[in-house]
């Protein structure tokens, strides 16, 4: 099965029920541990992960992940060692999807065509990168098609029709839907405005959506899986790590899987 397959099927159902990926960055704290936090979370019920791929000037992420990307700099996690995680991680039996992020420049560096292709063969079904606009991405959009690779597009509420139009045109796997709006309150858990975003993409793309959206509790996880496909959390899985180590992380994924089943 290739990874687009596995990614499409994993969403096949997510109607009746939100998918839950969380996202962790390679390398942090150290190699072992992240990889360990990554086996664990998939063990505890997620259904996808986003392996992180640190970088050291991340635009789209959040001071929590930035500090994290920075000690995985440190550590001296590279593009390699982050595709060879993901071998690590499926000899170890885990085998729901692994989609790779990366920001752009560590794949320019590394070569497009040997990325995917080293990163496909190491078990990644699919490809996330931030900063690559669907109007620029054509020669990756056709080595993750020759790959047999999902690549997800990102799309954000200041999306105009035309960008959201292409992005439902090029994406395979899902569309990662990004808020740039925070919760104005605790009762008004999802915004009004990230409601009419994702009804504005579902109007335009058959592709399952994923928002990532700041998600750290359990409750919030299941009020945007009341309107999305797919729940990304990234932040609160870093903190857990040094909160709590590997006993947090999984009872945490056990709870946000649990409120998203009912």
């Given at each position: 099965?290739?990874?687009?397959?596995?990614?499409?099927?994993?969403?096949?159902?997510?109607?009746?029920?939100?998918?839950?990926?969380?996202?962790?960055?390679?390398?942090?704290?150290?190699?072992?541990?992240?990889?360990?936090?990554?086996?664990?979370i998939a063990r505890a019920g997620a259904d996808a992960i986003e392996v992180g791929v640190p970088f050291s000037d991340p635009l789209a992420d959040g001071p929590t992940i930035q500090a994290a990307t920075q000690i995985a700099l440190e550590n001296g996690t590279t593009l390699r060692i982050c595709i060879k995680a993901v071998e690590e991680l499926r000899q170890r039996g885990v085998t729901i999807p692994l989609i790779l992020m990366s920001y752009v420049n560590p794949i320019m560096a590394y070569g497009l065509e040997a990325?995917?292709?080293?990163?496909?063969?190491?078990?990644?079904?699919?490809?996330?990168?931030?900063?690559?606009?669907?109007?620029?991405?054509?020669?990756?959009?056709?080595?993750?098609?020759?790959?047999?690779?999902?690549?997800?597009?990102?799309?954000?509420?200041?999306?105009?029709?035309?960008?959201?139009?292409?992005?439902a045109s090029r994406a395979r796997g899902f569309i990662y839907l990004i808020s740039v709006t925070g919760v104005t309150g605790e009762r008004d858990i999802v915004p009004a405005d990230l409601k009419e975003f994702v009804q504005r993409v579902r109007r335009v793309a058959s592709q399952p959506l994923a928002v990532g959206f700041g998600i750290g509790t359990p409750e919030k996880a299941r009020a945007i899986g009341e309107i999305a496909d797919g729940v990304i959390i990234g932040s609160r899985y870093i903190s857990l790590v040094k909160e709590g180590g590997l006993d947090a992380v999984v009872k945490f994924t056990r709870d946000v899987r649990e409120s998203l089943e009912k």
């Open positions: 099965m290739s990874g687009l397959q596995l990614v499409n099927e994993t969403f096949s159902n997510a109607k009746k029920r939100a998918r839950l990926m969380p996202y962790f960055p390679v390398g942090y704290p150290d190699l072992a541990m992240s990889i360990n936090v990554m086996e664990a990325f995917v292709s080293d990163a496909t063969q190491a078990g990644t079904s699919g490809f996330i990168v931030p900063d690559l606009p669907a109007d620029e991405a054509d020669e990756f959009q056709k080595l993750t098609e020759k790959y047999g690779a999902a690549f997800a597009h990102f799309l954000a509420p200041t999306s105009n029709e035309s960008r959201i139009k292409l992005a």
